[in-house]
């Protein structure tokens, strides 16, 4: 019997996606094809508002089998092979749709279960109409507050006067500044730094305490990188290689990512508090082996030249085959500022800002 599924398709920012092609699959076991139970194929509209006809019925499987039996009883009783088909009435019903779209020139797939309880449906991928920009996007005051510090303290960088009695909020800002972006929301222009306390200052603690994870464990992170080497099979820039790909991976679905910065090593508690977090928002390849992440870094506000330069190298090998790894700097426009050791990736989850932000 004929059912018809109504929904609604966004990308991960909220952004409506049109002219999304949506069709209803049942998912079967390893080895054998899904059933396409689609009748009428839905196809969304400039709201990602969808209508899809199937047919659930379809769902279940027939089992061919082979056995042996008379071939014309009583006639004749010799035994012969023949083929049977019978329902498979262990076939489970796995609905699931298959969202088919063009993004960014290229043509993705999106898998998810049918969803009984909610017609809402997120495609992993984030619609922007402009680039991210630091000027534009970024806030305009640096990342020095006073009061109690928690990580990360401000970095002792060149220019960057250190006061005491300060503290960082630089993956607060970095997360609030995405968030702003994606939802299309405009920062809260001021060029002055919140007062503790304020509603946009514990906003920002907020957002710094979701980057460090539930429990913690992006922390726990930073302290077991800083004990790590630098070139090594399994040391920093080999790690970092592998961060890398994921950032990239990110890229093409036009998501940017908070990264860990590790600018210190070593097993001193207080050193941790001395490395750092940015947005990663874009990727220069420069040749082969050299690129240039586009970052914006909370600690150099309006400044859209600031990048975090990456060479790749051989560090060895395994299995017969190269490991590489990444060698870093921090480059404010054609200056060096500082080394970095390494960086991950870090967890982020857009959230829509409060209007009172603003």
Not at 128 to 141: L, Q
Not at 279 to 287: R, V
Request: charged share 25%; hydrophobic share 35%; net charge neutral.
């Amino acid at each position: 019997m004929a059912r018809i599924l109504q929904g609604c398709v966004t990308f991960t920012n909220g952004v409506p996606a049109q002219n999304v092609e949506v069709r209803v699959f049942d998912q079967d076991a390893a080895g054998n094809p899904d059933d396409d139970l689609t009748l009428t194929v839905g196809l969304s509209d400039s709201q990602g508002n969808f209508e899809v006809t199937y047919d659930p019925g379809r769902f279940r499987d027939a089992i061919t089998f082979t056995r042996s039996e008379p071939r014309n009883p009583p006639l004749d009783w010799t035994l012969v092979r023949r083929e049977h088909r019978r329902t498979d009435w262990l076939d489970i019903f796995s609905p699931y749709l298959k969202f088919s779209y063009s993004f960014q020139g290229k043509q993705k797939e999106f898998r998810t279960a049918l969803n009984w309880f909610t017609p809402a449906y997120t495609l992993p991928q984030v619609f922007t109409d402009r680039p991210f920009s630091p000027t534009r996007h970024g806030y305009h005051f640096v990342n020095q507050f006073k009061g109690v510090p928690v990580p990360f303290s401000i970095p002792e960088i060149p220019g960057l006067v250190r006061l005491s009695g300060t503290y960082g909020l630089c993956g607060g800002m970095s997360s609030s500044v995405y968030d702003h972006y994606l939802f299309g929301q405009e920062i809260p222009q001021r060029n002055t730094i919140p007062r503790t306390g304020s509603v946009l200052q514990r906003y920002l603690y907020r957002r710094q305490m979701d980057t460090f994870g539930t429990l913690g464990e992006y922390v726990l992170k930073f302290i077991a990188w800083m004990k790590l080497p630098d070139e090594t099979e399994a040391g920093l820039s080999s790690l970092t290689w592998h961060e890398y790909q994921q950032f990239r991976e990110r890229l093409e679905s036009n998501l940017g990512s908070v990264l860990g910065i590790i600018y210190e090593k070593g097993t001193q508690l207080n050193r941790l508090f001395l490395n750092h977090q940015v947005l990663g928002y874009g990727l220069d390849q420069l040749d082969e082996d050299r690129s240039a992440i586009r970052i914006y870094d909370p600690n150099f506000p309006d400044r859209d030249d600031v990048t975090i330069r990456l060479e790749r190298r051989r560090v060895g090998e395994s299995n017969g085959q190269p490991v590489y790894g990444l060698a870093c700097e921090e480059d404010l426009g054609d200056r060096k500022i500082r080394e970095i050791h390494g960086f991950f990736l870090m967890p982020y989850i857009p959230i829509r800002p409060p209007q009172r932000l603003a």
